[in-house]
């Protein structure tokens, strides 16, 4: 494994952490800066939605500068709003570090994955995104109890300063592990914008966004009101529920990482199939919830069904754009976007009075219309593997 892929890996980690671990640190937050729940709930919010914005913006405005280069200042970026946050002297600060540290992540995933996949031969390159959106998994995994347990020892100020040094050492080694012609084609200078947006005057481009926003809608259609499910349907204690969310982590973990490697050998059967598996995983889960075991078993198959279409959602959006990185940039404010919406359209039918399993049933419905989606692409794509031999730039 080349070693610039560890160090991608480990960018994405501390971006990962930043993104999960203020879930377990809001109340300390909150009281440590005298703000409400609710202003403190927009540390969360206003860090996803400045995750949309920054991987556009970010993306466009660095088109023509070398990726390398990038990549370590969209670090640098992440190391100064996570230094703001820890030493805020109150609210406003704290909410600027957030979204400082917020606008890299977008890019960073995008362009990020361009690298990797110039790091290996041709046919392994889902597997090198899948290696650097090993350690976005692991945050998943290890963000919100890292949070709780590093702010209940040493207060939330030590937590962000710890993620601040894994963005050190993540920019230290992009920095020397990297090569700097990493992510070019040949000796070309990279594209400008305009040829960035000349991508997505492909059809292929927009079904591919809408497929990862509609899989990502269906995953957190049902995850984002997972808790209530667990302890309100399927007779768990609260205290139970971070052990629970462990284990979606732990899914998430292996489906990114047998999804990559799925990928690499039929990208479209590997998508539609994931896509499929997430609809019929939720659906089943919806049935089964009020059994403790099923729920155990389901929310671990919730996280590998989801997570398995990412490597090579970002792997066929850059092939069917040429290789743009605003395209790949973009496939992450998909994602976030589908999020928004799959929360949304479950708080819904909570609101209508359905119930704590209708979210699955939601997120199941969003997810079909992904598999819908992804094989009306796979049809129009003709030769399967045609994409493949698009270089990136």
Same mark, same amino acid.
């Given at each position: 494994m080349p070693t610039g892929l560890? @160090?991608?890996?480990?960018?994405?980690?501390?971006?990962?952490?930043?993104?999960?671990?203020?879930?377990?640190?809001?109340?300390q937050v909150a009281?440590?800066?005298?703000?409400?729940?609710?202003?403190?709930?927009?540390?969360?919010?206003?860090?996803?939605?400045?995750?949309?914005?920054?991987?556009?913006?970010?993306?466009?405005?660095?088109a023509r500068l070398p990726r390398k280069p990038v990549l370590v200042g969209l670090v640098?970026?992440?190391?100064?709003?996570?230094?703001?946050?820890?030493?805020?002297?109150?609210?406003?600060?704290?909410?600027?570090?957030?979204?400082?540290?917020?606008?890299?992540?977008?890019? +960073? +995933?995008?362009?990020?994955?361009?690298?990797?996949?110039?790091?290996?031969?041709?046919?392994k390159k889902s597997r090198a995104v899948a290696v650097m +959106? @090993?350690?976005l998994t692991v945050a998943n995994v290890l963000g919100v109890p890292f949070g709780a347990l590093v702010g209940e020892r040493w207060g939330w100020r030590a937590a962000f300063w710890a993620v601040t040094a894994i963005?050190?050492?993540?920019?230290?080694?992009?920095?020397?592990?990297?090569?700097?012609?990493?992510?070019?084609?040949?000796?070309?200078?990279?594209?400008?914008l305009r040829d960035q947006l000349r991508a997505f005057r492909s059809s292929q481009?927009?079904?591919?966004?809408?497929a990862t926003a509609l899989g990502y809608g269906g995953m957190f259609g049902a995850f984002s009101y997972i808790a209530y499910t667990f302890t309100e349907v399927s007779g768990f204690a609260p205290a139970d529920v971070a052990w629970l969310l462990m284990v979606y982590g732990v899914g998430l973990f292996v489906g990114n990482l047998v999804g990559g490697r799925a990928a690499d050998r039929d990208r479209d059967r590997t998508l539609v199939l994931a896509l499929l598996g997430l609809t019929l995983t939720l659906a089943l889960f919806g049935l089964l919830a009020g059994s403790a075991a099923a729920s155990v078993v389901l929310v671990f198959l919730m996280g590998v069904t989801g997570f398995a279409s990412v490597p090579g959602m970002i792997t066929r959006v850059?092939?069917?754009?040429?290789?743009?990185?605003?395209?790949?940039?973009?496939?992450?404010?998909?994602?976030?976007?589908?999020?928004?919406?799959?929360?949304?359209?479950?708080?819904?039918?909570?609101?209508?009075?359905?119930?704590?399993?209708?979210?699955?049933?939601?997120?199941?419905g969003i997810a079909l219309t992904s598999v819908v989606v992804m094989v009306v692409a796979a049809r129009r794509a003709g030769a399967p593997q045609a994409a493949d031999r698009i270089p990136t730039r």
């Amino acid at each position: 494994m080349p070693t610039g892929l560890i @160090a991608l890996a480990l960018g994405g980690f501390g971006i990962g952490l930043t993104e999960f671990l203020i879930a377990g640190l809001l109340p300390q937050v909150a009281s440590s800066l005298e703000v409400s729940e609710a202003a403190a709930g927009w540390l969360i919010s206003g860090y996803a939605l400045s995750v949309a914005v920054g991987a556009i913006a970010l993306t466009a405005a660095t088109a023509r500068l070398p990726r390398k280069p990038v990549l370590v200042g969209l670090v640098a970026l992440f190391v100064i709003g996570n230094l703001l946050s820890a030493i805020a002297p109150d609210y406003p600060v704290m909410l600027l570090g957030r979204i400082v540290a917020a606008l890299c992540h977008g890019s +960073f +995933f995008g362009i990020g994955s361009l690298v990797a996949r110039s790091l290996v031969a041709p046919e392994k390159k889902s597997r090198a995104v899948a290696v650097m +959106f @090993a350690g976005l998994t692991v945050a998943n995994v290890l963000g919100v109890p890292f949070g709780a347990l590093v702010g209940e020892r040493w207060g939330w100020r030590a937590a962000f300063w710890a993620v601040t040094a894994i963005g050190v050492l993540a920019l230290a080694g992009i920095a020397t592990l990297v090569p700097g012609r990493a992510g070019k084609q040949g000796s070309a200078p990279p594209s400008g914008l305009r040829d960035q947006l000349r991508a997505f005057r492909s059809s292929q481009v927009w079904l591919t966004l809408a497929a990862t926003a509609l899989g990502y809608g269906g995953m957190f259609g049902a995850f984002s009101y997972i808790a209530y499910t667990f302890t309100e349907v399927s007779g768990f204690a609260p205290a139970d529920v971070a052990w629970l969310l462990m284990v979606y982590g732990v899914g998430l973990f292996v489906g990114n990482l047998v999804g990559g490697r799925a990928a690499d050998r039929d990208r479209d059967r590997t998508l539609v199939l994931a896509l499929l598996g997430l609809t019929l995983t939720l659906a089943l889960f919806g049935l089964l919830a009020g059994s403790a075991a099923a729920s155990v078993v389901l929310v671990f198959l919730m996280g590998v069904t989801g997570f398995a279409s990412v490597p090579g959602m970002i792997t066929r959006v850059t092939d069917v754009a040429h290789g743009a990185a605003l395209a790949a940039s973009a496939n992450v404010s998909a994602s976030n976007i589908g999020n928004a919406l799959g929360a949304w359209l479950g708080g819904l039918a909570i609101s209508a009075g359905l119930g704590y399993t209708a979210p699955l049933y939601v997120g199941a419905g969003i997810a079909l219309t992904s598999v819908v989606v992804m094989v009306v692409a796979a049809r129009r794509a003709g030769a399967p593997q045609a994409a493949d031999r698009i270089p990136t730039r």
